[in-house]
């Protein structure tokens, strides 16, 4: 029988798991950020932890492509990698291969500052699972299998029309 609570009238029969899927993964970031310090340090931006965490993950990347990939517009790009430069958390290098071209890369102490943080993070889930006692929480292949989850869904919504 499908719920008639208030947050579920009106929802196809099925779209309840998937708003409760949501549901969730807001409340745990909420969480993160609440137990875990903050999810950047105060002289950051938002749009700067998230350029940040970008040239983590792609290292060598254009500041195109970063508005791409993250819905940034380009000037507020532009603003992040400057505001990074001057921190010291990222550099622009010219493209190897056009001349006319920039790459933006993390400095050493931008990957030790997103480290630390993605460090205290996984501690905080780990023990927060351990807490639960949560079945198969220290297996490896549900780690792995929730996180490839969630990474298809981020491409999903970031291929997502606006």
Request: net charge positive.
């Amino acid at each position: 029988m499908l719920d008639s609570s208030p947050t579920t009238r009106g929802l196809a029969p099925d779209d309840h798991r998937w708003a409760e899927l949501a549901d969730r993964i807001l409340a745990v970031a909420h969480q993160l950020q609440l137990h875990g310090g903050p999810v950047l340090p105060a002289a950051l931006t938002s749009a700067e932890g998230t350029v940040l965490r970008m040239l983590i993950q792609e290292p060598g990347i254009s500041s195109s492509a970063i508005a791409a990939a993250t819905g940034i517009k380009r000037p507020n790009v532009s603003a992040a990698l400057r505001g990074l430069e001057r921190k010291g958390l990222a550099e622009r290098r010219g493209h190897p291969h056009d001349g006319r071209g920039v790459t933006v890369r993390p400095t050493e102490r931008g990957v030790r500052l997103v480290s630390s943080l993605r460090g205290r993070r996984a501690a905080l889930i780990r023990a927060a699972l351990q807490r639960a006692a949560c079945p198969g929480a220290g297996d490896a292949t549900t780690v792995d299998a929730v996180v490839e989850l969630l990474r298809s869904l981020q491409a999903g919504l970031g291929a997502a029309p606006r």
